[in-house]
């Protein structure tokens, strides 16, 4: 098992930054990739970024790319989500997957944390 713990929610205004944090325990020598995904009230749970622990390859939809940059510490088990030029729209509760690289990104991701509330205000 891999247990997954973010961190770093909160509020911030539109056009500001904003760094996640995520920690992962357990069985971590089995880790193949971390991602994040978020969940807008209403909405359904929407892929945000992923990197693969071995070599590092990043993976952006086209709503985030060049604005939110994800890297990995392989020493410290743990993947950062640095957000940039936020949006009021991007509110959402970000979690935390762990899996193959194949599915970190979408809702069949084996591991997750609990999640961390963000706020983008107007």
């Known amino acids: 098992q891999v247990q997954l713990v973010e961190s770093g929610g909160g509020l911030v205004q539109a056009g500001g930054s904003l760094n996640l944090s995520c920690v992962a325990s357990?069985?971590?020598?089995?880790?193949?990739?971390m991602g994040w995904l978020r969940q807008a009230p209403g909405a359904e749970r929407e892929f945000v970024a992923a990197?693969?622990?071995?070599?590092?390859?990043?993976y952006y939809p086209a709503s985030v790319k060049r604005r939110f940059t994800i890297s990995r510490d392989t020493g410290k088990n743990a993947v950062q989500l640095q957000r940039n030029r936020q949006k009021p729209e991007e509110t959402a509760v970000y979690c935390c997957?762990?899996?193959?690289?194949?599915?970190?990104?979408?809702?069949?991701?084996?591991?997750w944390g609990e999640g961390t509330e963000v706020a983008v205000s107007a």
């Open positions: 997957a762990a899996d193959e690289p194949r599915v970190v990104g979408t809702t069949e991701a084996k591991y």
């Open positions: 990197i693969a622990w071995s070599g590092g390859n990043t």
């Open positions: 357990g069985r971590t020598f089995s880790l193949l990739a």
